[in-house]
């Protein structure tokens, strides 16, 4: 194939433009989109991130984490401070661990990772968040509170967010360094046009925040009305000797051969649930997987934003790519409706798999992968069903019904037989309408932030 100069992107940069505090002699630090937002930024006041936060990543040390939540903070990786509703079931042992306080988020920090390949996501650390602790993340700790809403309103815009990826060094992996951070120029608005962005900021993440403590409260109420604990008991083993082993009369074996289908703590869980007047899966919802499809992606605002099993359970989904109908024979099975649950059903049993979200209105008419199950409810409302799916009780089930040697995989007509909490249809209602609520929460805080970050963009050109 002959390559020509229209094949190449060409660009001359005078020498007195090269970055010397960081000397970088990369292209990619001054091509177009990187120079066009820096440029913006350079006709505006500005002052440096530096001069109204501080950054750092914690040092290096030996984590030591265990099951048990008297240890210290729950832990969290990197990748889950932007989920809605991060899980841990490790916790950071506070005795054993050296810098232990210096893993802990606080209040008023946002988020953002310090290596990896999606470099740019923050996550603002409220009340939901400060109980974690985490190790390889950046943490930027604005000097006042207005201060932070109002840069981490910057920090969504599409100029913030391409400056950032712009700071990034290395080879196969991209790092991101404090330093680099403080250096960004923040667009130093008039009074007014400051005060109104935090306020509105505060808002949003006030509405996130109010939205997940609903919904694990919530979670207490459903496991506590059932008579269930919030941590499944564990089994009956053989002894400790044999760590997992178990006998099983050959009676009840069934189908299924795998030892994970028929766990003794899997087997307690849907014992107890039934006990207690508990419900089959398949009787409460309806299950459907779709076909594969031919990926056709196409740049926003064109197609759909189409999510992941990774990216259903972050608030602000991360590397959202947009999809053409044209990728399928029938688009409209694929189109999510507010109100319905999702679910991966390709993947680990150890990580994601079946791990729920529930469809805000916010994405409404948007569409999920194949990978992504769908749960429509049946005789009970869409926040309930939402509700006993993310209950650790029924994720055991879920995730011990996995088919699969490489890549576990879920089956409708595996799952249904899961069973699940189902209490008194008035307490069934009100707990319905409290998550529902929850969630229309959730959503209307990430719109207000998403259009706070508009409105921040549309201000930086003049």
């Not at 790092?175 to 120029?185: C, F, G, T």
């Given at each position: 194939?002959?390559?020509?100069?229209?094949?190449?992107?060409?660009?001359?940069?005078?020498?007195?433009?090269?970055?010397?505090?960081?000397?970088?002699?990369?292209?990619?630090?001054?091509?177009?989109?990187?120079?066009?937002?820096?440029?913006?930024?350079?006709?505006?006041?500005?002052?440096?991130?530096?001069?109204?936060?501080?950054?750092?990543?914690?040092?290096?040390?030996?984590?030591?984490?265990?099951?048990?939540?008297?240890?210290?903070?729950?832990?969290?990786?990197?990748?889950?401070?932007?989920?809605?509703?991060?899980?841990?079931?490790?916790?950071?042992?506070?005795?054993?661990?050296?810098?232990?306080?210096?893993?802990?988020?606080?209040?008023?920090?946002?988020?953002?990772?310090?290596?990896?390949?999606n470099l740019g996501p923050v996550a603002y650390v409220n009340r939901y968040l400060a109980r974690f602790a985490m190790?390889?993340?950046?943490?930027?700790?604005?000097?006042?509170?207005?201060?932070?809403?109002?840069?981490?309103?910057?920090?969504?815009?599409?100029?913030?967010?391409?400056?950032?990826?712009?700071?990034?060094?290395?080879?196969?992996?991209?790092?991101?360094?404090?330093?680099?951070?403080?250096?960004?120029?923040?667009?130093?608005?008039?009074?007014?046009?400051?005060?109104?962005?935090?306020?509105?900021?505060?808002?949003?993440?006030?509405?996130?925040?109010?939205?997940?403590?609903?919904?694990?409260?919530?979670?207490?109420?459903?496991?506590?009305?059932?008579?269930?604990?919030?941590?499944?008991?564990?089994?009956?083993?053989?002894?400790?000797?044999?760590?997992?082993?178990?006998?099983?009369?050959?009676?009840?074996?069934?189908?299924?051969?795998?030892?994970?289908?028929?766990?003794?703590?899997?087997?307690?869980?849907?014992?107890?649930?039934?006990?207690?007047?508990?419900?089959?899966?398949?009787?409460?919802?309806?299950?459907?997987?779709?076909?594969?499809?031919?990926?056709?992606?196409?740049?926003?605002?064109?197609?759909?934003?189409?999510?992941?099993?990774?990216?259903?359970?972050?608030?602000?989904?991360?590397?959202?790519?947009?999809?053409?109908?044209?990728?399928?024979?029938?688009?409209?099975?694929?189109?999510?409706?507010?109100?319905?649950?999702?679910?991966?059903?390709?993947?680990?049993?150890?990580?994601?798999?079946?791990?729920?979200?529930?469809?805000?209105?916010?994405?409404?008419?948007?569409?999920?992968?194949?990978?992504?199950?769908?749960?429509?409810?049946?005789?009970?409302?869409?926040?309930?069903?939402?509700?006993?799916?993310?209950?650790?009780?029924?994720q055991l089930q879920l995730k011990a019904r996995a088919t699969g040697s490489v890549i576990d995989a879920l089956e409708?007509?595996?799952?249904?037989?899961?069973?699940?909490?189902?209490?008194?249809?008035?307490?069934?209602?009100?707990?319905?309408?409290?998550?529902?609520?929850?969630?229309?929460?959730?959503s209307e805080g990430v719109s207000r932030s998403k259009e706070t970050a508009n409105r921040f963009e549309r201000l930086?050109?003049?």
């Amino acid at each position: 194939m002959n390559v020509t100069s229209r094949d190449i992107e060409f660009q001359s940069v005078s020498v007195l433009s090269i970055e010397r505090k960081t000397f970088r002699l990369d292209a990619s630090f001054y091509r177009g989109a990187f120079a066009d937002a820096s440029r913006r930024i350079e006709l505006m006041r500005t002052r440096a991130v530096a001069e109204i936060a501080d950054a750092f990543v914690p040092g290096r040390t030996k984590l030591v984490t265990t099951r048990s939540s008297k240890a210290g903070a729950p832990y969290l990786r990197a990748h889950d401070a932007f989920d809605i509703r991060p899980r841990s079931g490790r916790f950071v042992s506070k005795a054993r661990t050296k810098h232990y306080d210096e893993l802990l988020l606080k209040e008023g920090m946002i988020l953002t990772p310090s290596s990896g390949r999606n470099l740019g996501p923050v996550a603002y650390v409220n009340r939901y968040l400060a109980r974690f602790a985490m190790t390889d993340i950046m943490r930027i700790v604005p000097k006042s509170a207005d201060v932070g809403y109002y840069l981490l309103a910057y920090l969504l815009t599409d100029t913030a967010q391409t400056l950032i990826k712009r700071g990034r060094s290395g080879t196969t992996v991209d790092h991101l360094s404090p330093n680099e951070v403080l250096a960004l120029k923040l667009p130093w608005l008039d009074e007014d046009h400051r005060r109104s962005i935090a306020s509105e900021m505060k808002q949003a993440e006030k509405m996130i925040d109010n939205g997940r403590v609903g919904l694990d409260e919530a979670a207490e109420a459903l496991h506590g009305e059932a008579g269930l604990s919030m941590l499944p008991p564990s089994g009956t083993y053989l002894s400790k000797e044999c760590g997992d082993a178990f006998s099983l009369s050959s009676s009840k074996i069934g189908s299924r051969l795998d030892a994970a289908s028929h766990d003794p703590t899997v087997r307690k869980c849907a014992d107890l649930i039934s006990r207690g007047g508990g419900a089959q899966l398949g009787d409460v919802a309806d299950l459907k997987t779709l076909d594969r499809y031919i990926r056709y992606y196409v740049e926003p605002p064109n197609g759909r934003p189409v999510l992941s099993g990774r990216q259903m359970l972050q608030a602000r989904p991360v590397n959202l790519k947009h999809i053409s109908d044209r990728s399928f024979k029938d688009p409209d099975k694929f189109v999510l409706k507010a109100g319905s649950t999702i679910f991966t059903c390709d993947g680990r049993s150890e990580e994601a798999l079946g791990e729920p979200a529930y469809v805000m209105p916010i994405w409404d008419g948007w569409m999920a992968s194949e990978h992504v199950m769908r749960a429509f409810p049946k005789s009970i409302g869409p926040g309930y069903l939402y509700l006993c799916l993310s209950s650790p009780w029924v994720q055991l089930q879920l995730k011990a019904r996995a088919t699969g040697s490489v890549i576990d995989a879920l089956e409708p007509d595996e799952i249904e037989q899961v069973v699940v909490p189902m209490l008194p249809e008035k307490k069934r209602a009100a707990l319905d309408r409290e998550v529902v609520r929850c969630w229309n929460a959730i959503s209307e805080g990430v719109s207000r932030s998403k259009e706070t970050a508009n409105r921040f963009e549309r201000l930086l050109h003049p």
